[in-house]
């Protein structure tokens, strides 16, 4: 099961800059770590992942966060879960973040995400009631379309919907760039595959952060949609596995993924919008983080996953 992380005044709610939420750990067991690890088909460097993963189709934005350090492209690990966005003439499904997110994530990927949420059915049944009692107080104007679709919508239907591979490489006292989060990360769940790195995240009026050590098989699931965060990349422990990544050498690797929600109106820019929801399904979220167990699925489980 995975557990959540204490605050240091007592309990295990944290107050972020825009709503209060909660951080669950857990680690994967050897095997599966080792067979999402080794997945046949990852790309063998930066240049076939970008290719893969239509990095030449991201906005500027976008494209200006891949560079010596890091790579990051965007995947889905299902079908479309909602019509096209109004005004646009893409499916609001096969973007995230300024990235096209029309290819298929990594199999074996899509299958442990599929096993996660049936390992974790009733689970999502429950924060569906939960959103759903959440945003129902709300009037349709407080609550507009993304409001409307997180009350409607089963959470089987978008959680996890986004992939985004990671390859990054080791680097003494780097750090990325302290940032919130848009909406797609109401929930949103890090795999650590290669390496090891530090996430940095801040409670407001504080400017101490809390620091969670992220090792290879770590996985955490929490709302950075809710607070200021960034990840401090130290020197490489005596041990460490790499991932060999062709032109950028050794790498870590962490798996982000994150949700198709908040697709409408601007609503995957930092703070998601509108505001009375994403603070209503901010507080279903962590109610349901805290109340609800959440399991992580074996290597069995997702091997079974047919996808």
């Known amino acids: 099961m995975l557990e959540a992380l204490c605050c240091p005044r007592g309990g295990a709610v944290f107050h972020g800059k825009y709503a209060r939420f909660a951080v669950l750990r857990g680690c994967l067991d050897q ?156 929930i949103h769940l890090s795999l650590s595959l290669f390496g090891t790195r530090k996430l940095l995240f801040w409670e407001e009026g504080d400017a101490r952060p809390h620091v969670l050590i992220l090792r290879e098989g770590d996985v955490y699931i929490s709302s950075p949609v809710a607070n200021e965060h960034q990840v401090l990349h130290d020197d490489p422990a005596s041990g460490e596995d790499f991932l060999e990544f062709g032109s950028m050498g050794p790498v870590k690797l962490a798996i982000q993924l994150r949700c198709d929600t908040f697709a409408l109106n601007r609503g995957r820019c930092p703070p998601a919008s509108p505001k009375a929801a994403l603070e209503a399904a901010s507080e279903a979220v962590l109610r349901w983080l805290l109340e609800i167990p959440l399991a992580l699925p074996t290597l069995g489980e997702a091997q079974a996953e047919l996808v």
């Open 31 to 186: 095997a599966t770590l080792e067979w999402l690890r080794r997945d046949p088909d990852f790309p063998t460097g930066p240049d076939e992942l970008k290719t893969r993963y239509r990095w030449q189709r991201a906005s500027a934005k976008a494209k200006s966060y891949t560079n010596e350090y890091k790579v990051q492209v965007m995947g889905h690990t299902g079908g479309s879960t909602q019509p096209p966005a109004r005004g646009l003439d893409v499916d609001s499904s096969t973007r995230c973040n300024g990235l096209d997110a029309s290819v298929p994530a990594l199999r074996r990927t899509r299958q442990w995400v599929q096993a996660f949420k049936r390992t974790n059915v009733v689970a999502l049944d429950a924060l569906q009631s939960y959103l759903a009692e959440a945003l129902g107080k709300l009037s349709p104007a407080e609550m507009g379309e993304n409001g409307k679709r997180l009350r409607d919508v089963h959470p089987a239907r978008w959680l996890f919907h986004f992939w985004m591979p990671q390859p990054m490489r080791p680097g003494a006292g780097r750090t990325d760039k302290k940032h919130v989060d848009g909406g797609a990360s109401i």
